[in-house]
């Protein structure tokens, strides 16, 4: 059984509602059992900055399936919520990437673990931080002291705590 971190994120559409189906498909997918979910937070966007701000949230969970097999089955429930890749870093209904599994380490084309932008991205780090502080997430560095080094964390505001409960 390993623990992985999943980040969500949505600006298209009913924000919140993209995010909860996505909790409710993570419940309902075999090999998957979430444990922790985050406060969401409204952020503005990185990149692209031509577009609706995002709400994010971060996934603790327990899973059997390898990281390949997560991967597909997060692009499984992007597809399902009609995730349309149409610019980098565009606007989307929902944004689901692995953050971190286990402490793994993972270069492959379509897979790098831990995420190559989780120790430097506010809206990762700030609800990372929030369900675990403690995790490493490069260099042996810690979610909570990733984001202490992060300079500005301008543009992450909380938008609601307790908005998905867990049936454990």
Known sequence: MAVAYIGLGSNIGDREAHLKSAVDQLVRTKGITPRRVSSIYETAPV???????????????????????????????????????????????????????????????????????????????????EIAADSSVLSGKTAGECLADLEDTAGVDLYKRNWVKLDL
């Open 47 to 129: 990149g692209y900055t031509d577009q609706p701000d995002f709400l994010n949230a971060v996934v603790e969970i327990e899973t059997t399936l390898e990281p390949t097999e997560l991967l597909a089955e997060t692009k499984v429930i992007e597809v399902d919520q009609k995730r349309r890749r149409l610019e980098h870093w565009g606007p989307r209904t929902l944004d689901l990437d692995i953050l971190l599994y286990d402490q793994l380490e993972v270069n492959l084309p379509r897979l790098k673990l831990p995420h190559p932008e989780a120790s430097s991205r506010a809206f990762v780090l700030v609800p990372l931080a």
